[in-house]
């Protein structure tokens, strides 16, 4: 049997937004993150996190150090009750300083390459799914993987508050506490197709 997910960005998300982060700190966390996933995770969906750390590839932070962080961050969610099924993140850029990184990479959102590899892995149905972030490529990536998606107003959210209101398939949370609500609510309503494929864009 095929299981939805939630799959989470992480900075701005799950955290605050703090630019480059090279150790884990216990007040990193939002503080309704651990509440917040414990709901989502008893409503049936597997958690992910799956993030850009451009960082690495503009020499900022080490992909040992960003390794570091996610086994920091995963202990304390653990620790909290919260079991997530894993943490992606890509560490590329096609400006990178860092030659090892530089690149484009499916895995980069807007691209849906993390999200297609964690369906294959993890028996995700995708169309069941959600992607929750804070910006316009978390929104992008999500649909991209055939996901249904909300934008967050912390971290980066409030800038694009006006770019999602102009796209209907496009769900709001005024933070991440809030999203458990706001996908029970989406739940039962119709799903929104690509413009074109449908009349007023409805499934």
Request: with cysteine; hydrophobic share 40%; glycine share 12%.
């Amino acid at each position: 049997m095929r299981r939805s997910a939630v799959f989470l960005d992480r900075d701005g998300t799950l955290v605050h937004e703090r630019g480059p982060v090279a150790a884990f700190s216990t007040d990193w966390l939002y503080p309704y993150s651990i509440p917040t996933l414990l709901r989502l995770a008893g409503m049936g969906f597997l958690l992910f996190v799956v993030t850009n750390q451009a960082a690495v590839a503009r020499g900022l932070v080490t992909a040992d150090e960003v390794d570091a962080v996610h086994r920091g961050l995963a202990a304390e969610l653990a620790a909290g009750g919260v079991f997530l099924q894993g943490i992606r993140y890509c560490p590329h850029h096609p400006d990178g300083l860092v030659p090892r990184y530089r690149r484009q990479c499916a895995g980069r959102k807007p691209g849906a390459g993390w999200l297609h590899q964690l369906a294959d892995q993890f028996n995700v149905d995708l169309s069941q799914s959600w992607m929750v972030g804070d910006h316009a490529t978390d929104v992008l990536a999500g649909q991209a993987a055939g996901a249904r998606t909300c934008l967050v107003d912390t971290g980066h959210g409030a800038a694009w508050a006006g770019w999602a209101r102009g796209r209907p398939s496009v769900a709001r949370a005024s933070t991440l506490a809030d999203v458990p609500r706001v996908i029970a609510q989406k739940t039962s309503q119709p799903r929104y197709r690509k413009a074109g494929t449908g009349r007023d864009g409805i499934e």
